[in-house]
């Protein structure tokens, strides 16, 4: 399978657009997640409101004008043609994953430090960072999950072998006789496809135990209304 | 737990009587402005693309001839809206999103009820319940059209009433029922987590207090346990729903929309994508849009979904 070009291209473009993704949305989530959980300010209830619509879109009746707006800004069949639209559809569930976590941190504890003679530094990266690390994670992976799991935007936002990810791949493969597709071929890159889902699944549990605080959907650490749905 | 919960702590005395403080004032813009690159991406790709798609949609507009592009008002949908095709599509769609909701709303109430009762070896139950949901979509739906392929699927060989070269993609009532099977498959999972969800949140109190007046497992079920997780049924219900009326990946990979199965989100994708009619494929976006919409008010109104238990805002 490694050997097959196609696939081999199209795993390089699952993991690179995924980690950048990633990387990007739970900056941004980040961001709002403190904003959201530790300040007052006007249009709060809008954003939550805003974000859970678009986890009821219809993902579908976006591609026609995507489509048309990436060719016009020259990312269509590009990595940041799919990294965009993936940030916009995982940052509800960043956005709410992160905001849980800093609720339940203690803030005081960055003063204390300070009193106790830490720079405003240690105190940050020695007592936060820590303490926030376990909701980032949490938020990374739930990303990660989405981008790599999505087909809609694969499929119509790349045509070529630039930018298409694996499970967009995997759909328009049909080898050398489109009569007979190559089952065992195929198998075997949904095998390769699964793995990062598997490595995740064995991650999450030593996760949990972790953060007892947000057992709400016992086990998955989020309200699964929050959670892709496929 | 007892009933003695605390309630929330009242909010933070910052605000004085006589309008917003200064400080007040800086925390309201600091607040909106680390939200804002938040907002602004979500709305770049989809309020922002709706709009698009509105404009294109009055347009007779194919990309493999762009400089012909014309206004034409509103006669893409009126095509559209007079095509047996759309109403064909609109249909299964609405099938699928029926069958499927109801099958797993049962299956999965039964996986809930399983994951918050289950004692020994509460790991492994809970993982393989939620096993389809880790898998990626377009891998389950190859798995399950290589099961049913008469060629070399299980499928056949197992059923004992159904001939060994029996085609399920052959015609439109068993290939529908493959896709469902494939869907139900999918996504009973997610349905589940909805549904613990809401039965983690039924006191056990209650439930005890109705097995000590001598109340059966199913009176229980019935007149305790769901009437209390009602408002998460409802939830789990609308976003299933709206998730089942975007189906879109099995059937790409299943049937690719041959022999009727086509739902109304692959017309779509095949008027703008495949076919680079942009003007029309704009059109079923907005209706698509549109029919979302309305199946979500449809379904808060009449069932009267508390939209605040969907947000969770803890």
């Known amino acids: 399978m490694w050997d097959n070009d196609q696939f081999r291209r199209a795993i390089l473009n699952s993991i690179g657009i995924s980690l950048i993704a990633t990387l990007l949305s739970v900056i941004v989530a980040t961001l709002a997640a403190y904003a959201i959980a530790r300040l007052e300010f006007k249009g709060k209830r809008l954003v939550l409101s805003l974000s859970l619509a678009i986890a009821m879109f219809p993902v579908v009746s976006l591609v026609g004008p995507l489509f048309d707006m990436w060719r016009t800004f020259g990312i269509y069949d590009t990595w940041p043609g799919l990294i965009i639209p993936y940030m916009s559809f995982t940052l509800p569930l960043a956005i709410w994953t992160l905001s849980a976590f800093f609720r339940e941190i203690p803030w005081e504890m960055e ?8 720079t405003s530094w240690q105190a940050f990266r020695r007592v936060i960072v820590p303490l926030a690390a376990p ?21 119509s936002l790349t045509s070529t072998e630039a930018a298409r990810p694996i499970p967009a791949s995997l759909a328009f493969f049909v080898g050398s006789d489109p009569f007979n597709r190559p089952a065992s071929l195929l198998a075997a890159a949904a095998v390769i496809a699964t793995i990062p889902i598997i490595v995740i699944v064995l991650i999450f549990p030593a996760q949990d135990r972790r953060r007892p605080h947000l057992r709400r959907s016992e086990g998955i650490g989020v309200p699964p209304t929050w959670l892709p749905s496929r | ?8 702590a009242p909010a933070p005395a910052t605000k004085t009587r006589n309008g917003a403080s200064d400080r007040s004032k800086a925390e309201n813009r600091l607040g909106q402005k680390l ?23 009055v347009y007779d507009y194919a990309l493999t001839a762009p400089d012909d592009r014309s206004f034409i008002g509103i006669d893409n949908y009126v095509t559209a809206l007079t095509d047996p095709l759309f109403w064909k599509s609109t249909g299964i769609t609405v099938l699928y999103m029926l069958v499927t909701v109801a099958i797993e709303l049962v299956i999965g109430f039964i996986f809930a009820l399983v994951m918050h009762r289950v004692i020994f070896g509460r790991g492994i139950v809970r993982t393989s319940i939620l096993i389809p949901y880790g898998i990626i979509t377009v891998v389950s ?3 399950w059209q290589f099961a049913f392929s008469y060629q070399n699927g299980f499928v056949n060989g197992w059923l004992p009433f159904i001939s060994d070269d029996f085609n399920w993609f052959g015609d439109t009532t068993p290939a529908v029922i493959a896709i469902c099977i494939s869907e139900i498959w999918k996504t009973t999972p997610f349905m589940s987590l909805l549904l613990l969800a809401g039965l983690a ?26 009437p209390n997780m009602r408002a998460a049924i409802m939830v789990a219900i609308l976003f299933r729903a709206l998730d089942a009326y975007r189906i879109f990946d099995n059937i790409f990979v299943m049937t690719n929309g041959a022999e009727d199965t086509q739902s109304i989100s692959f017309l779509t994708y095949r008027q703008t994508i495949e076919q680079f009619q942009l003007g029309m494929g704009s059109a079923l976006s907005v209706l698509l849009f549109l029919s979302v919409l309305l199946i979500a008010f449809l379904i808060i109104k009449l069932f009267r979904v508390d939209l605040a238990q969907a947000r969770q805002e803890g």
């Open chain 2, 1 to 8: 737990m007892t009933s003695t919960a605390i309630p929330p």
């Open chain 1, 135 to 155: 909701g980032v994670f949490t938020a990374a992976i739930l990303t990660f999950f989405f981008a790599w799991n999505d087909f809609v935007f694969g499929i």
């Open chain 1, 111 to 118: 003063q204390a430090a300070q009193v106790d003679g830490a």
């Open chain 2, 201 to 226: 949140q039924v006191s056990e109190d209650m439930i005890e207090a109705a097995k000590v007046d001598g109340a059966t497992w199913w009176q229980r079920m019935w007149k305790v346990v769901i």
């Open chain 2, 141 to 143: 739906g190859f798995t």
């Open chain 2, 35 to 57: 939200v804002a690159p938040a907002i602004v991406l979500m709305l770049l790709v989809t309020a922002f693309p709706m709009l698009r798609a509105i404009w294109l949609s």
